[in-house]
């Protein structure tokens, strides 16, 4: 069923960005800038694997000249639990007080380093600031630090966003954290930084990339919410012209360049183009906001049985979240078409310029990305991670758990309807 505008619809969207840095050897320049905020002492926070690249070594000691005495954390979980969070933030707080953070690496380090900074500056426990229904969804109290998000993934958005994801493990959930607050205060893109990601990380973050643009070029336009009062708005506004704009550039650099970056990762164009189709991604879903496939992802990758993804970490099981997201992304378009099919044929034309349109229009989406998931190598559908038919009543009650990205679908998305788009995606092709 599709959304009807309410009788007193909203007039206003809103946007938020964080402070951009971008180019070649842009990381050098972190100590200056965080002096400029008189930051004396930072905690660098990364993962044992982008840690071994010595980049965050890098940043760190370049810091010095500019009179900072910075710290490397090297314990971030990739893909961070609710009991590697607390790690984080139990390690700041016993070495702290830290004037400022920089995260460097995927989207795991950077959501880290959000829940670090909020819980070294705010009272009470994580389970307080987690969504709602799993956590309390309680908004913090006090400023936090300034944050620098210094990604060497292309993908995941984090440096942009409001949002940290993360796994409740004894729920066997996936959820997150969502406040104006958690925002970068500088987003530093240094591609340079991503030579060093493997092709099985490139393809699956490149899928982040792909769903965010997407999900938010088609999410509930802004104008078919009910008018609020400033202190309800929310990051997630709905579909808008900027983020529209933003999503429309990233679907461009993604189909010139999205297959040569996984095929050649040294390929020194590719790469910006990667880095600059996540950032354009991330600031178009980072105020439009995502649905289904995010929704569904959440369940997908936290209740991961035993998939190992070439290119992850081998000593455990994981289903990257951008591969998450992409495994029932075909079916949840075919969905929601009959709600924008004008946006979804134009999405097509931009992620597929070369493709002839099917004789059914509401194929053309779809088979776009599932020709894109074959060429770089992703699984074929939910199955090809493990999952059969008897997991997907536990699947679909994990996405719809996911009510602030559900609410965000063009269409009212019911639990039959997650039940359908699930068991359809078990084998995509």
């Known amino acids: 069923m599709s959304i009807t505008a309410p009788a007193g619809p909203e007039s206003v969207f809103t946007y938020g960005a964080p402070a951009l840095k971008f180019g070649p050897g842009a990381s050098d320049e972190i100590g200056y800038d965080l002096a400029q905020h008189g930051a004396h002492r930072v905690l660098v926070i990364t993962d044992a694997g982008v840690a071994a690249t010595g980049a965050p070594h890098r940043i760190a000691e370049r810091m010095t000249a500019f009179g900072i ?139 982040d990339i792909l769903c965010h643009a997407l999900e938010s070029y088609t999410a509930r336009p802004y104008d078919t919410y009910p008018h609020k009062r400033p202190e309800e708005r929310v990051p997630y506004c709905g579909a808008n012209p900027i983020s529209d704009a933003w999503s429309e550039r990233a679907l461009r650099l993604l189909a010139q360049s999205f297959r040569t970056a996984v095929r050649d990762g040294d390929n020194p164009r590719t790469r910006s183009d990667m880095a600059l189709a996540a950032t354009f991604a991330g600031l178009g879903f980072g105020n439009a906001g995502v649905h289904i496939p995010h929704a569904n992802a959440y369940p997908i990758a936290g209740r991961v049985k035993d998939f190992h993804p070439a290119g992850y970490p081998a000593h455990e099981p994981m289903v990257p979240h951008g591969m998450a997201v992409s495994l029932t992304a075909p079916e949840a378009f075919r969905f929601t078409f009959a709600a924008q099919p004008e946006r979804h044929l134009r999405a097509a034309e931009l992620l597929a310029p070369g493709m002839e349109r099917p004789a059914d229009p509401a194929e053309y989406l779809p088979t776009a990305i599932e020709r894109l998931m074959r060429d770089i190598g992703m699984p074929n559908g939910i199955g090809g991670v493990g999952y059969d038919e008897g997991d997907i009543p536990a699947l679909v009650e994990g996405a719809m758990k996911q009510q602030r990205l559900l609410s965000t679908a063009p269409r009212t998305v019911t639990e039959d309807d997650v039940a359908g788009i699930l068991g359809r995606s078990l084998t995509l092709w």
């Open 69 to 207: 005495e910075a710290h490397v954390f090297d314990g971030v979980h990739v893909e961070p639990t609710d009991v590697s969070l607390r790690q984080a933030a139990d390690h700041a707080l016993a070495s702290g007080p830290w004037d400022a953070f920089v995260a460097v690496g995927g989207g795991s380090s950077i959501d880290t380093a959000k829940a670090v900074n909020l819980l070294s500056t705010n009272p009470g426990e994580l389970m307080d600031y987690i969504n709602a229904p799993v956590g309390r969804a309680l908004a913090p109290v006090n400023p936090l630090r300034p944050l620098v998000a210094v990604p060497t993934t292309t993908g995941t958005g984090a440096e942009s966003t409001t949002i940290c994801v993360l796994d409740v493990l004894e729920l066997k959930v996936k959820t997150g954290i969502s406040h104006p607050r958690l925002r970068p205060t500088f987003a530093v893109i240094d591609p340079d930084l991503t030579f060093t990601q493997p092709a099985g990380v490139t393809a699956a973050s490149g899928m």
